[in-house]
């Protein structure tokens, strides 16, 4: 019985670097496509989501396609998942059924800030880029989400925890995620974009518990975000 906490940590070590820290001012760098490297987020779920709201920047200069955020159950794989279609697309899928919102071509390559919202409700989706919000659209009315999630940065999993396809892996890097089990309000929208704090989150970037896998680094910001 003594051996059984280091003989954990050995496991723990071989499956990837484990932390939970506060990552203000720092970014997850992705820095090449790959079937393997990603992040896996601790998400304490005790019960169906029905609402949330999930927010995050990234810098990439990909132009195919990528997933960003991945939230797979063991009846769909794409039960949430943040993923850009094509350089000025973004999807949301919720139960597998996608929304799609087309935006305006970047002049330049630059930092985006993104929000995505869903309630069951009504299944209203909301969609605010760089604080700007899009009308919202509907989708999977209803519809209950599993707690007993794989959730994963940087790939799409086609299979509950893996399935990465390398031609669909997020190269570049990631900051400033959170999630909370509600839509949040246009004024806390503002907040969480200001770098503002507010509470209840399911993910929170300044308490985040995590584990890397492979080739993915935590390093300060080169610039400034916006």
């Known amino acids: 019985m003594v051996l059984l906490p280091s003989f954990l940590l050995i496991l723990a070590c071989l499956s990837g670097s484990f932390s939970q820290r506060d990552l203000q001012k720092k970014v997850l760098v992705f820095p090449a496509s790959s079937n393997s490297a990603a992040v896996v987020l601790n998400v ?43 350089s000025n697309q973004y999807s949301l899928h919720v139960g597998g059924t996608a929304i799609i919102y087309t935006v305006p071509e970047k002049q330049k390559p630059s930092w985006e800030h993104i ?70 309000t246009p004024d806390e929208m503002g907040l969480v974009r200001k770098d503002g704090a507010l509470s209840d989150h399911l993910v929170n970037w300044r308490s985040l518990d995590y584990t890397i896998k492979n080739e993915v680094f935590v390093e300060g910001f080169l610039s400034q975000m916006y």
Request: net charge neutral; charged share 15%.
């Open 115 to 184: 929000c995505m919202s869903w309630d069951s409700s009504n299944g209203l989706v909301g969609f605010w880029l760089n604080g700007q919000p899009f009308p919202r659209l509907s989708v999977k009315r209803g519809y209950s989400i599993s707690h007993e999630a794989s959730v994963i940065l940087g790939q799409d999993q086609d299979s509950f925890g893996g399935g990465f396809d390398v031609n669909q892996s997020f190269v570049g890097e990631i900051s400033d995620v959170n999630m909370w089990p509600r839509v949040l």
């Open 44 to 86: 304490p779920l005790q019960q169906p989501l029905t609402k949330f709201t999930i927010c995050l920047s990234y810098y990439s200069l990909l132009s195919r396609a990528c997933g960003i955020f991945s939230y797979a159950t063991r009846s769909s794989d794409n039960d949430i998942l943040i993923y850009k279609p094509k």
